[in-house]
Structure formats: C-alpha cells, structure tokens
C-alpha cells in the first residue's frame, strides 16, 4: 500500500421490494434470503467470507454469487475497496458509508424511492471528496435490472436491461414498468433531464447512490469507471441526464455483451459511455460449479464483476491465475 | 494483500457527552469541533485525509490526532483496517461496521449508555465471526479517560488513568467519577463481575463495543492486542470480569508509559494484560509540530497510536522511516 491508493472499487449495495415480485430476480436462493444477498456479497468483497449474513448467496440453480470472483479478483489485484449502504434491508457485518438512504419499495408503488435526492447529494459530496486517480463504482441489489428499466423508461432511453436469469423475463418487466410508470402518473420520457425524479419515481437507491458518486467523482476529476451491465449504464445516463458530459468507461463482462435480450453496446453509445468487456474464459473450466452457471447464461454481471475482471487484465494478471483465485475463494466459502 | 488478513486493526469510534464537561479532554480544538473528532480519525485511518468531517482534529494547542500516526504506520505496513460505529455523535465519510450504539450520555447521568448489552451483543458476534489471526483494537473517544475510571470504580478496581492534557485533571475526574457513582446509587465496586452493567451506568459505548469485540475473538480463538492507554486497560478489566482468561497483550506508547499519575503497568498487571511498550523517539524530530507536542505530554495515545507503532517494529520498520512517514501524512493532511 502506498499513501492515498491509485484505484478505489466503490459496492453501493441496497434493496428494492421489486425484487419480491416473482419471477423477477435470481440473485437469492429463495425470496427470504434474497433480502441478504446485498449484505452477504459486501461482507465477500471485504472480508472474503460472510460475517454477519445467514449464506453465501447462490441462485435458485446453485449459482454461486458474483461477489466471489470480485472478491478472488481482489485477492489477486489488491485493490482497495469500500461498501456504501445504499439502501441494505438487512444487517451487514461489513464497514459501510452511509447515504441516509432506505430500502426502495416496489416501483408500482407511486414514490419508490422518496430519499432520492438526500442520497444522491449525499453520495455527490462523499464523491467529490475522494482523493483516488480511479473510482470504480459497483452495485448489489436483487430486481435491479428491472428498477434500471424503469428509469430508462422515465428518461425516454429505450427500456432494454439484461438480467440475472438464463432467459430474461423481458415481458414481465415491460409489464411492472408499465405498471410503475402509471402508478406515478408519467408517460414514457416524462423526466428526461430530470435524473433524480426519475430514481425518487421509478428506481432504486442503488442507482440514486451510484449517480451521485459518479457525478461527484468526474466533477472532482476522477476518473469514473463504471463497473456493471446494464444497471450501471442506466446510472450513466442519470449522470448524463444531470448534464454531466465528462468520458466515463462501462466495464463488464463477456456475459452481458453475449446477451442479445441486453443490446449494452448501443445503450452504452447513447450514453457516451466507452465499453470494456472482459472475458474469463470460464470455459476452460466448464464444469466448476463457480463457473459452469454462467456459461448457461447466469448471473452474467454484479458486483462489478466485469470491472474486477478488467483491473486484473489492467494488472497484467492471465484469466487461468483468475479462476485459479475463484475456485480457491469458492472452497473457502 | 493475500486472502484473509494475517492482521486486522479495528478501531471503536464513539462520544460521550462526558467530553463537554470543562477541563476534561484536549481531543478537539474546542468543544463544537470535539464532536467531530472521532469521525475525523475514522477517515484518517482509512483514507488518510478527511472527507465529510469538517477538520483534521488538534488539540486546544494544536497538538494533531494521534491518527496521523496511525495512519502513517498503515501506509507503511499495510495493514487492513476497518471502523466500527461505536456510537459516532457527527457523520463520518468512512465506512463503519454498524453496532446499533447511540452517543453516551454524561456519567452523570443515571444511565449514560442505556444500550451497553445490545452493543456488547453485537460487537461480541462480529468479533467470534471474524476470521483473522490477530485483532487489533483501539478507540476514539473524546473524554474516554474519565468513563474509564467511572467503570474502573463500578468494577472496584484502581482508579487511575491518563489524559491527553499535559496535566492530568485528576481531581476534577474523581469528582465527576464520585458524583456519577452517587447519581447512578452505586458505591466503588458494586458491579465487580458485572462488566454491562458497569459499562452501561458508567461508561461509554466505546468500552461496550471495545470490550465485546475483544470477548468474541478470543472466544474464537484470535490473538486480541488492545492498542491504547488506560481506556483499553479498563476494556481489558471489562472482559477479565466477564470471566475470559485467555491471554490479552495492551501495545501502548512510551508517552502512556511514563505517565506517572496513569499507573499504566499496574492496571494492566491486575487484569493479567502483557504490556508493550513502543517508543518513536519523537526526540530525534522535537522540533516539528507533528511531534513537539507529544514530547510535552499531549495527547499521549489514541486511535491505536501504541498498537501500530508496535505493528511497525514487529514489521522490522525503523522508527526513523516511521516518522518520515508521519511527516508526510500531517503535510498531506
């Protein structure tokens, strides 16, 4: 470690009752533990085991989550990393900065998020007060890909999300924003320019956490990558929506560009956003059950998964020494 | 970094109301900016500058928090960190593990930490969850020096404990330590063997999470090294009369150790705590304001000031580096 560290991996970790709606998420083994996948993957990314969390989260299939390979990738890089409570549902054993922020309701509901402001200025200040060169951003909230849809939605972006089950439930997704997006009395495009109404009507805490962070990052002139799939790149259109017009990279996996259902590149060019994709090669370890799930189209992405994935390509470190790193996490937990 | 940390140091970072009694403490430039001392070292210690609080604390005569040399020792050795929010007064731009404590209130008081057995509770679990092999734990409390005689006599053991003022305000302590008996209807002694309660009537939320943390881990078999003065002595003496008798070591400065009215070998003889005593030869720099006042009896100790300066011997770093190190942390800062 050298004096104030080069790069800082940010986890904003929270909940939203969209997550609750079936058929949504697979980021839990059951609908009662997915409330803890976000505490339990920031105590993996900290401490490299849980802590206070009941599980290591794994998918209803046995997928274990992203937060392991984030966590080997640290192992690995030795970067520093923070949690920011950015709206958790369940206590986690992990150090967290706070935003002030709850956990969202469900985006039917008329005012999802009602702390959205506090929580985005909160998260702005605390960025813009970092000294780092690099701020990679991450987030852990089950139903976030639909909450990101409901934003997109809100800004008049075309609403495409990908998803952390093999076949995205795409029209059960158009139906809960359509659904949201009546319940707050708005038409698609009604908040475009206006970032934070649309997260305090139709997203999450996650996505206010995040958009702040990075606004107050890039206007303090850190570098901003953004660490995720397609819920990180609908922060980056919020932060655009703000009229922030610095570059910003969206770092992720081979696994979010190889889904069709998601179209990351043309979202990502709408928003000026420059795309990193990692692959890990986790065919050269098929059969692993830390790997073999996303092969099948799992999980995909979370925890900044692609964006740990690219700091260890930065490092020089080969993909075999990668996965070398998360089978040895996965036995550990 | 490689896999789970051979050390970690975890710093309790709280208030008491106890602080604003005139006299008592010199963490602070003045009473309104004491407040903010321990959320200011939380963000030394972890970033190595401040980012929410409102300055870097000084003394009333501008002696700096011990956290620049803490800070100044981790950026030379390395080691991980984490702050656990033992009942933080102000916000802190640091990530905190959350133990549910709120602020003490006056010793004084009847009950100044109504909340001792939930946050001993908590503190106690994170620590058995931890897997380390050596815990380090220290604390930032202003006023800490006079809860800890208020347990210290609630437990029936010596009175006696250091200052961070030059002259130690030791009659003034015992007024207050003799007045928070009265008010609590307790004599010297009524809560041997009864280290909540003793905390809860007349200590601090930073002992209760101190000394629950420090039972948690040894119950799980982790080396615990209480990094401190008198206030980590009193913790030691919390857990010993909660009836753990595992070896415990209290790392401490040199400026602790010859603080003749603290009586520092004695206590911690009586609570069977190994003593280590590291000296970082601020004479060598006497000049420089980062260590002219130490030399002059400030501040003494805090935020783990022994603990890391003996993390920095046992690394084999000199304390000539040490201080350069520090010189540059207080220029940075």
Known sequence: MSGTPDTLFALA????RTAAIEGISAAGADPALMAHTPSADAELLTYGHTVRAPVVPVSPSGCPTPAVITRAVRELVGFESLVIDAGL????????VTTGISPGADIRDETPVPDAEAAYSAA??????????????AETIPGGTTTAMGVLAALGEPRIVSSSLPNNPVALKERV???????????????A?????AVR???????????????????AGIDVTLAGG??????????????VTEPMTLATTSFVAGDDSAGIDALAADQDLAVTVTDPAFEARESHPAMAAYLDGEA??????????????????????VRNAIISVYDRV
Do not use: N, W
Request: proline share 4%; charged share 15%; hydrophobic share 45%.
């Open 13 to 16: 970790a929270g909940a939203t």
């Open 89 to 96: 549902a369940e206590p986690t054993g992990a150090p967290t």
């Open 124 to 137: 702005y200040e605390f960025g813009h007060g970092l000294h780092t060169d690099e701020l990679v951003i």
């Open 177 to 191: 924003v359509d659904d949201a997006l009546a319940a707050s009395g708005l038409e698609q495009g009604d908040l």
């Open 193 to 197: 320019g206006e970032p934070v109404a």
């Open 201 to 219: 009507q139709m997203g999450d805490p996650v996505l206010a956490v995040v958009a702040g962070l990075a606004a107050g990052a890039l206007d």
């Open 230 to 243: 397609t819920q990180l790149a609908t922060a980056g259109a919020l932060v655009r929506h703000d009229g």
């Open 300 to 321: 995909k992405e979370g925890v900044g998964m692609g964006g740990a994935l690219a700091l260890a390509a930065e490092a020089g470190i080969g993909m075999d020494s």
